[in-house]
């Protein structure tokens, strides 16, 4: 095993000191599975530090893949019943001709909704192997994978188990920037950890892809209001 980076990176156990015995997820045949699943989402919500030194480098994709899907499906099934309260709760106030007039347009919606609920796992599965290759590539870019042995597969086991954070859509309004924020955090320890770096570099993996993102949003929102400028101008 490589020695530890220096900069606050991860620490190699003292000789001698007790293993990690891996997530209880990892354990579903003798702690079963609904009970390994709540055990694991406790762990890293109440001490994810540990959560993630008992997580293993390497194993194989199923694993993560599973527990990212199930606790990212809660989440968005969860968002998706908020959406449909609140977003119907002003119908109350209008007229009761308006309301009979909207009531195909919200039947459609609701079917959408579920629609979208079920084919959730599916966005999830890519989405996951999608941000897994984005966050690796801005991590070699940094250098942050210099000391790991486990590549691509440390960086999918990162991102499927800070997955955990969407579980925070269940709080109505803020749930969705509550998760991004968690996700993110829970990202940084995950790096530090599993690709034995440093936190600086874990950091800087992380905001490579958010600033791009913020890029792309910035030069869209400015060829929208420059198309819209230039139509109005030929008027």
């Known amino acids: 095993m490589p020695p530890p980076p220096a900069g606050g990176g991860w620490q190699t156990p003292p000789p001698g000191g007790p293993a990690p015995a891996g997530l209880p997820w990892e354990h579903r045949s003798e702690l079963g599975f609904l009970n390994a699943f709540v055990e694991t989402i406790k762990l890293f919500v109440t001490n994810p530090a540990e959560a993630w030194r008992r997580t293993k480098e390497k194993g194989d994709f199923a694993e993560p893949l599973i527990f990212a899907i199930l606790v990212s499906w809660i989440g968005i099934a969860v968002s998706t019943l908020w959406s449909g309260l609140f977003g119907n709760a002003w119908v109350a106030f209008l007229p009761a001709d308006m309301k009979e007039k909207m009531a195909g347009a919200f039947a459609t919606n609701t079917a959408a909704l579920l629609i979208q609920v079920g084919l959730a796992p599916i966005f999830v599965l890519i989405g996951l192997f999608i941000g897994a290759a984005i966050y690796h ?96 101008a030929n008027r």
């Open 137 to 232: 590539l801005a991590f070699l870019i940094v250098g942050a994978t210099k000391d790991s042995a486990s590549g691509f597969e440390g960086t999918f086991r990162v991102v499927s188990y800070a997955s955990v954070s969407q579980l925070a859509n269940v709080i109505p309004f803020v749930g969705g920037f509550a998760a991004v924020v968690w996700n993110l955090i829970l990202v940084v320890l995950g790096v530090v950890r599993i690709h034995r770096t440093t936190q600086g570099k874990a950091i800087a993996g992380v905001l490579i892809p958010l600033l791009l993102c913020c890029v792309c949003i910035i030069l869209v929102v400015a060829l929208v209001v420059g198309g819209l400028a230039a139509a109005f």
